[in-house]
């Protein structure tokens, strides 16, 4: 699969790499790491990436600004999207062809080929291995630190189930090339005093179950009296994992006109059933969407059942 696809990033002159929308390291990581591979690779070659900013992770890469007409007869290549719902930047069709890399379960079938690997920890990972598999294409530290960033920042830091033994061979690889990993660290979890605060908030006030189920519920009014956005509590998803007892937990926050509801697991699987409420994603963590209050305790009354289970 690697090879057909170096094969058609040959016969293009021109290659758009597309991820999904809502940004994490991951989707930056291997949108920029492929462009730079293929960039300090195949010169000539005209490499673009393009999607939203998020002001959190502009200091990984920016996106490049590109007019319509840069996709008459281009290879789209879309990184770590599994639902074409969610690729960011809907020019990913005007393409000659589009190629999908992608670590999420197959949900939607797009894109020829499809390089799908959910054994894969990140798609930073696969892109990783195409080096691994080359050792004589170039990777400069720039491509190697935003591999890096997408591995680190899907595996929680190398301590996720996801994390097999090329996890870490790829990320030997990548601390091979030169690249500030101090710096690197010190800034994809530096947070605003802010969101330190609203963790704060988050700590005290979660509910734990007799089922196994956390959650808490940051409605906008909430949100704003921080004087935060909605998307800046998602990093905040993990912040009360370690509690004894926890098996599957939810942070709900709230947007104009819609709940985003961030579900991690420990055992139980739940992309099933962020299905069920406008979501999907891995078995142990998913996102879905809820339009009430009331809906997002069904989904908590389904996250209970499905943890009483186990
Ligand atoms: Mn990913």
Known sequence: MIDQILEEIRRYETIIIHRHVRPDPDALGSQGGLASLIRDNFPGKRVY??????EDL????????????????????????????RV???RYSCGARIIKIDHHPLVDSYGEPQWVETSASSTSEMITSIYRNHPELVLT?????????????????FQFSNVTEETFLSAAELMKKPF????FFDTLYQRKLAVVR????????????????????????????FHLQSSDASTLVNCFSTTEGL???????????LIRARIRSKGPEINQLAARYHGGGHPLASGATVYSWDEADGLIADLKVLCSRT
């Open 88 to 90: 960011s930047d809907s």
């Open 198 to 225: 609203l963790n704060g908030y988050v700590l005290q006030h979660f509910t734990l179950t007799d089922e196994g189920v956390g959650f808490i519920k940051l409605p906008l009014d909430l949100i704003h009296s």
């Open 58 to 85: 502009r200091f990984l890469v920016r996106m490049d600004e590109i007019a319509d007409s840069a996709y008459a007869g281009a290879l789209v290549i879309v990184c770590d999207t599994a639902n074409q719902e």
């Open 49 to 54: 990436i393009v999607g939203e900013e998020t």
């Open 141 to 157: 530290g720039q491509a190697a630190r935003l591999l890096f960033a997408g591995i680190v920042g899907d595996t929680g830091r």
């Open 247 to 257: 098996k599957a937990w939810v942070l709900f926050s709230e947007e104009e006109g």
């Open 180 to 183: 500030d990993r101090q710096k």
